[in-house]
Structure formats: structure tokens, C-alpha cells
């Protein structure tokens, strides 16, 4: 049979196997459909797992993304987040623009210890551009290698980070931050403040522009690395300067434990000009720490001496029951509850109220006081703003202390000073308003209009009580113990005041607290000046008083300030030229 016969015969056969309508018999239908539909099964199975497979992931990431959203940062490291540590804060400028306050930016070091080879080497290298560094503490930081980051020195200058970056030690990286500059350093310290080493306000004007809303804003993560709108603050750079350098001169001439002075707009209530010293560099807050941080001018309270004796005459005058023709009788001491009340500069004799004033005479007040009352005596100073609390910016402001229960003893000695202690700027603030016409301002360390603190003032005496405080401040300027302050070309009215310390609860007799009140020119007050020195050993013509170490402080800023403020000088009667020849 031949091959294309036997092809024929297979074909046949495979004809005749099936049925006519060219199908598969039913036993092999059977099988293939068993066959098709296991497969399809398997394929859905898979589908399904692996859906499943992925569903489960997405949920676990998905839980962790929650996870991470809910815990809050982790400050272990003492890291803070870029767009923290590159935040802005605004610049501070005086009233004339000038830069008191701004950011520069800097570089941290950090170090990942878990890829820090020989924590030994690597601290022994950094010592040689870090001298100061902490061994141990640096050596215990990179010897965790299961951390991945710790700080070991914050804001580096240029010249640091390029020689550690050419130790090329592995693991030392920096980050970027902003760093406070002070360009005049202590001028302006205690106005100022200063932030802590992340760049968060501490003290005075910083810590007042982040408590307006700057810190909140940070710590919400809205703050950024853009230049912000700066602060202008009231101050006057060039007097500024100048009353620092009158207080700093006064603690090293006089060899005081302080001094303190503030130059005040009496008719708005804006501070020109304040310093304390000792005091601190804000560049570096921590070196002025022992004494250097205390704001003696808002945050410390004094015994005011008989600058006091100013707001008992103006009391007085004001109720109506004194005038500036009566006489008071202070030829003998006063005996009061164990105490003898006597005069510094008696004069034994029959006084006016003017030269119970320029005498300064402690009985003729003491008198004074007790014909007013104690009640009205006390509703006095509060309404002046002595006993309580001042209201200004600075967050570093001193409760003043009073007597609990006020007798008349207590009457008698807070008439020439003693038993109340208040603050010396609120003293300057209450002295403002006896001259410019009976006008309590708050204090303000922000640009205020005229209009803005009318709006604001309280009237707090009559005119007419204003003119007599300013005929008797103008009166003891030229005649009494003011004259050490006196400033040719400038009539200035002024009051002294010497105050004996408490010592181990009894009064010495050798450490004073010195302070002296001032207004110029006194026939129109545009400012006031309250200086005052603390524990003075020596003064001017060897004296301890306040003549000769508050006043001294007084005259010198005026003489340098006043030109500055624009105040004319003014010789001879009538405004008229003073011809000298020479």
C-alpha cells in the first residue's frame, strides 16, 4: 500500500469516530469542559490573592502614614525642622530706621553617629578648630551608633566650618540656620532682650514680637525663610547711645553697684532712651548673666527718696488745702511712734512750701502729708500709677510694694520717700504728667502720635497744680540741689532724691540709692529725664548724694542729648542773643 493510500485510510477512520454534526463524542465534551473550567477557577483565585496581597499593603502603609501623622515630632535629637531653624524674625530699627536687630544666617554642626568610625579620633580632630568643645559629653554623643543624629555645636562662623570641613571627618555634616545680630551689642540691651540658640525671644522686645502671634505662627509650621516687615520701635539710636554710655561711666566713676536712666516724651509717652547697667551683650546672653540680665529701670522696685516729695507737694496743691504761699513750721524734729523725723538741710525756721521744696525738707513734707490725709494720700499715688503694676511692652515689669495697712506713720515717710517702692521708669512716667499738663501716658517702647496718647491719657491733676510743679521743679533747678545738673542754654527743672538702703531690715546710713528726676526746658516740657545711682562709693567733689552722682548722670545726657532732640539753646533774658567778648 502506498503512503498516500494509507493517509486516506487514517482519515477515514477519524471520519467515522465522530457523529455527523462533526462533534466530539460526549465522553471527551466531558473531559475538556472539566479541564477549561479548573483552569478559569485557578485564574480567578490568583486574581483574588493577589488583590487581597495588595489590598493588605496599601492598608499597612496606609496605617503607618496615620501612624506618623499623630505622633508628634520627636525632639529627642534636639533637631528641628529646616523650615524651622531658616525662619525669619523681623528686623528692629529705631524711629529713624536705623538696625537695631536682625538675622544672619550660619551653620550648625551635627554628627550621625552610626557612621562615625572612631568616636576618639573624630572628637580629637574637632578639638583642634573647637578647643572649648566638651570631650565627654561629645565622646558619649558619637559612641550611640544607633543614632542617627546629634548636635555638637550650633552656629559656627565661616572660618570654623571650612577647617572642620577640611578635616573631612565622615558622619560631620552641618545644617543651615539663622542666627540674632546686635549690631550695637549692649546699647540697647535691655529694650532689646535677646533669643535663645533657636532663635526664640527670651527677653524684652523679642520676647514681645513673638508673643504678638511670631511664635505661634512657628510652632504651627507657618513661618518661612522670607524677609519680614520690621518692627519700629520709639527708641532714638543716637540718644540711646548716649544715656548708655552716661550709665555704664557713672557705675565705674562713682564705683556703684548700678545705674540706670530713661529719656521719655511727656507728651506722648515714647521712650527715647533706656539703659541699666551693669548689663549684657545679647550677642552673648549667657556672659552677662550674673547681674548683667536685670532691668533695673522696670524690673526692679526702689525706695524713691525725696524725688517723692514732688507728688506730696503736687497732692497737696491739688486738693486745694495747700498753696504755694503758705508757710509750714519745721524748726523742730517730729516724733511719730518711736521714730524722730528730722531735716537733712535744716533750716530751724518757719518755711514756705516752695523752700520746704528746695531745702528739701522732710518735716515741712511730712506736715504737708498729714493735713491732706492718709486715705487720699493713697488714692493719690495709685491714681498716679505708682502702686501699681505699669502697663507697657516689656515683659520684665515689677509690682511695686506698699505698706498693707497705711497709718500714719506710714503717710508721713512715703511723703519724702520711704516705705513705698516702686520702679524708676513709672516714676518718670508719674513725673510726666505733673508737667505736661496733668496727663498720665503709659509708657510705650513703639512710635506713638500725639493724637494716639490723647487718646489714651488720663488727667490726673489740674493744669494749675501742673504749672506750680513745674514753677517749684524750675525753682529748686536754679536755687536748690538741682543746680548740679543745670545745663547752660537749657532751663532745667528738677527734684533729688537720697534714699538710705535697708540693710538687714534697718536703714544704713552709709549706702544710698540715689535717683533724680528732671523735665526740660522747664517753661514747656518736651522731655523728662529719671537717672539713679545704687550704693555709690564716691561722686563729684567727693560726695555720695544725689547732687553729686544722679544729677551729674542728668547733665551730661542732656548737654549731649538736647542738641540731638532739637531743643534750642536759649541765653540771656528774653530768648535774646548773649554777647561775650573774648
Same mark, same amino acid.
Request: charge should be positive; include cysteine; glycine fraction near 8%.
Given at each position: 500500500?502506498?503512503?498516500? *493510500? ?24 466531558? !473531559? ?7 483552569? *478559569? ?19 499597612? @502603609?496606609?496605617?503607618? %502614614? ?59 580632630? %574637632? ?12 565622646? $558619649? ?17 565661616? $572660618? ?7 578635616? =573631612? ?17 549692649? !546699647? ?18 523679642? $520676647? ?12 504651627? =509650621? ?6 519680614? /516687615?520690621?518692627?519700629? %520701635? ?24 548700678? &545705674? ?31 547681674? =548683667? ?20 507737694? &503736687?497732692?497737696?496743691?491739688?486738693? =486745694? ?25 535744716? /533750716? ?33 499715688? !495709685? ?18 510694694? /506698699? ?17 513705698? *517702692?516702686?520702679?524708676?521708669? /513709672? ?28 487718646? @489714651? ?11 506750680? @510743679? ?66 555709690? $562709693? ?19 545726657? @542732656? ?24
Amino acid at each position: 500500500m502506498s503512503f498516500l *493510500s494509507r493517509i486516506m485510510v487514517l482519515k477515514s477512520k477519524a471520519h467515522f469516530s465522530t457523529d455527523g454534526n462533526n462533534r466530539p463524542n460526549d465522553g471527551g465534551s466531558s !473531559t475538556f469542559e472539566g479541564a477549561r473550567k479548573r483552569k *478559569s477557577n485557578q485564574a480567578k483565585s490568583r486574581v483574588v490573592l493577589l488583590v487581597a496581597s495588595f489590598t493588605v499593603v496599601y492598608c499597612i @502603609i496606609g496605617g503607618r %502614614l496615620a501612624q506618623f501623622a499623630m505622633t508628634p515630632p520627636d525632639t529627642t535629637s534636639s533637631i528641628l525642622p529646616p523650615d524651622r531653624l531658616m525662619a525669619s524674625r523681623p528686623d528692629i530699627v529705631d524711629r529713624n530706621g536705623a538696625l537695631l536687630a536682625t538675622d544672619i544666617r550660619t551653620v550648625s554642626l551635627f554628627a550621625e553617629p552610626n557612621k562615625i568610625i572612631d568616636p576618639d579620633e573624630a572628637v580629637e580632630e %574637632l578639638r583642634t578648630v573647637l578647643p572649648d568643645l566638651d570631650t565627654k559629653g561629645t565622646y $558619649k554623643k558619637l559612641a550611640v551608633k544607633t543614632s542617627h543624629f546629634a548636635w555638637l555645636r550650633r552656629q559656627l562662623t565661616p $572660618k570654623q566650618q571650612s577647617q572642620i570641613l577640611a578635616l =573631612g571627618i565622615p558622619g560631620i555634616g552641618f545644617r543651615p540656620e539663622k542666627r540674632r545680630f546686635y549690631p550695637g551689642g549692649s !546699647t540697647a540691651a535691655h529694650i532689646l532682650g535677646y533669643v535663645n540658640i533657636d532663635n526664640r525671644g527670651v527677653a524684652g522686645m523679642e $520676647k514681645y514680637i513673638d508673643d504678638q502671634g511670631l511664635a505661634d505662627l512657628a510652632a504651627a =509650621g507657618m513661618t518661612n525663610d522670607q524677609p519680614l /516687615q520690621p518692627v519700629k %520701635l520709639s527708641i532714638d539710636l543716637r540718644v540711646q547711645d548716649i544715656v548708655h554710655d552716661a550709665v555704664v561711666n557713672a557705675v565705674n566713676n562713682f564705683q556703684a553697684k548700678g &545705674a540706670g536712666a530713661a529719656v521719655l516724651d511727656a507728651h506722648t509717652g515714647e521712650v527715647l532712651a533706656m539703659a541699666s547697667a551693669p548689663d549684657f551683650d545679647p550677642n552673648y546672653p549667657n556672659e552677662g548673666a550674673a547681674e =548683667g540680665w536685670l532691668n533695673r529701670m522696670t524690673n526692679g522696685t526702689f525706695e524713691m527718696g525725696s524725688t517723692f516729695k514732688t507728688f506730696t507737694m &503736687a497732692m497737696a496743691l491739688d486738693s =486745694g488745702k495747700v498753696t504755694l504761699r503758705d508757710a509750714f513750721d519745721a524748726t523742730n524734729p517730729i516724733r511719730i511712734g518711736g521714730f524722730t523725723i528730722h531735716d537733712f538741710h535744716g /533750716q530751724h525756721r518757719v518755711l514756705t512750701v516752695p523752700e520746704i521744696f528746695q531745702y528739701s525738707s522732710n518735716i515741712g513734707t511730712a506736715k504737708i502729708a498729714d493735713l491732706v490725709g492718709i486715705d487720699a494720700h493713697k488714692e493719690f499715688l !495709685t491714681r498716679m500709677g505708682l502702686l501699681t503694676k505699669m502697663d507697657t511692652e516689656l515683659p520684665e515689669l515689677k509690682m511695686p510694694t /506698699q505698706p498693707h495697712v497705711w497709718k500714719k506713720i506710714n503717710s508721713i515717710t512715703i511723703s519724702f520717700g520711704h516705705g513705698v *517702692s516702686t520702679t524708676p521708669l /513709672q516714676t518718670a512716667v508719674a513725673g510726666a504728667a505733673l508737667v505736661n499738663g496733668g496727663k498720665l501716658i503709659e509708657p510705650t517702647f513703639l512710635p506713638r502720635s500725639r493724637e494716639q496718647a490723647d487718646a @489714651i491719657a488720663k488727667t490726673v491733676v489740674k493744669k494749675s497744680t501742673s504749672d506750680d @510743679i513745674r514753677f517749684l521743679l524750675d525753682f529748686n533747678g536754679s536755687k536748690g540741689s538741682g543746680r548740679a545738673a543745670r545745663v547752660p542754654g537749657y532751663d532745667v527743672g528738677s527734684k533729688t532724691g537720697t534714699a538710705d538702703k535697708v540693710v538687714n531690715g534697718r536703714y544704713s546710713h552709709t549706702l544710698n540709692f540715689n535717683t533724680f528726676l528732671a523735665a526740660f526746658p522747664i517753661d514747656n516740657p518736651r522731655y523728662v529725664i529719671m537717672t539713679f545711682c545704687d550704693e555709690p $562709693k564716691t561722686g563729684e567733689h567727693g560726695g555720695t548724694i544725689s547732687a553729686y552722682t544722679a544729677a551729674p548722670i542728668a547733665r551730661d545726657i @542732656i548737654a549731649r542729648a538736647a542738641p540731638i532732640l532739637g531743643i534750642q539753646p536759649s541765653f540771656g533774658n528774653g530768648n535774646s542773643a548773649l554777647l561775650v567778648s573774648y
